[in-house]
């Protein structure tokens, strides 16, 4: 369910990047909001410090963070770090285009779309799920 | 390096008010405090807790503004100069942001290099158990947005003066 819904989002973030009209915020949002399905479908069932989590509300309840979106920073920097960097990036970025009226830059958003597409690419190649 | 706005984020922290200090707790009491309070009596929990409060916030913007130095530092050794840094502090949740010029916001080099500084020093303080959500924006701000959203501390790197 999870890679299907990171795969619906995905296709809308692919769809808005060819668009003329050009929405560079929503481009971000949704490629974030497809590689946290991607991720999610990836990371869990985990287990850290000797606690199992079956998914993010059950993590968010252990570990005392800001957001159940930091909550998924900490666990991919202590599991898959290789796509902590890549996350923060997607995070952020669809996080803050509020606080620049939405007008978000194109090197923004192709770098968002890049992101996107490295975490799918990797996810692709170990088939279920990505390296951990 | 600049550093001088740690001092600056200190002062602002000595200088909430008690309603801006525990509003952002929205009900969250440290177990210690609770404790305090079952063993000596609800009205002595209640006479302590605004205090108690007001310390565990100062000690948090301690960190925090510790916190800004150390990205400040490490952004500046790539030779990347953040314009204005704006936080938003908490007893729990804090947070730091970090403006640049637009065009070393969407650099490839900023991009490739910058966020990385970012999983450091939040993974870093997780382990102290701060938690602490650092992000960067280019030009062209909403300052009204910003501090809607409980960004009330900005200020200008260049002057070291703080924004209003």
């Not at chain 1, 770090?81 to 997607?90: G, N, T």
């Not at chain 2, 609770?34 to 002595?44: F, K, P, R, S």
């Not at chain 2, 290099?113 to 909403?142: C, M, P, R, T, W």
Request: contains cysteine; charged residues 25%; proline residues 2%.
């Amino acid at each position: 369910m999870k890679r299907l819904h990171g795969q619906h989002n995905e296709k809308v973030c692919n769809k808005l990047n060819l668009d003329p009209l050009i929405c560079n915020d929503w481009i971000v949002t949704t490629a974030f909001y497809s590689a946290i399905h991607f991720l999610d479908h990836a990371l869990f069932p985990c287990t850290l410090d000797g606690e199992n989590f079956q998914n993010i509300s059950e993590a968010h309840k252990s570990i005392r963070s800001n957001s159940k979106h930091q909550t998924r920073g900490i666990l991919l920097s202590k599991l898959m770090d290789q796509h902590y960097q890549d996350y923060l990036f997607l995070q952020t970025n669809s996080q803050n285009a509020r606080y620049v009226n939405y007008d978000v830059n194109e090197a923004i958003s192709n770098r968002a779309v890049s992101n996107l597409n490295k975490i799918i690419s990797s996810y692709n190649k170990e088939k279920k799920e990505i390296k951990k | 390096m600049q550093t001088g706005f740690t001092e600056e984020i200190i002062k602002f922290a000595a200088t909430r008010s008690d309603s801006a200090v525990l509003s952002p707790a929205k009900g969250y009491y440290p177990f210690e405090i609770i404790a305090e309070a079952y063993e000596h009596g609800v009205e002595h929990g209640k006479n302590n807790m605004n205090q108690k409060m007001r310390d565990l916030y100062f000690e948090n913007a301690s960190e925090i503004a510790k916190s800004s130095a150390e990205i400040v530092n490490l952004l500046n050794k790539d030779s990347f100069v953040p314009e204005k840094l704006f936080v938003a502090l908490s007893i729990r949740n804090s947070k730091i942001l970090l403006s640049f010029e637009d065009d070393t916001f969407t650099s490839d080099e900023f991009m490739d290099k910058a966020y990385a500084h970012i999983a450091k020093i939040q993974s870093a303080y997780f382990e102290k158990d701060i938690n602490v959500s650092i992000s960067y924006l280019g030009e062209n701000i909403n300052h009204d947005m910003l501090k809607s959203d409980g960004f009330e501390f900005g200020i200008d790197l260049k002057t070291n003066s703080p924004l209003d």
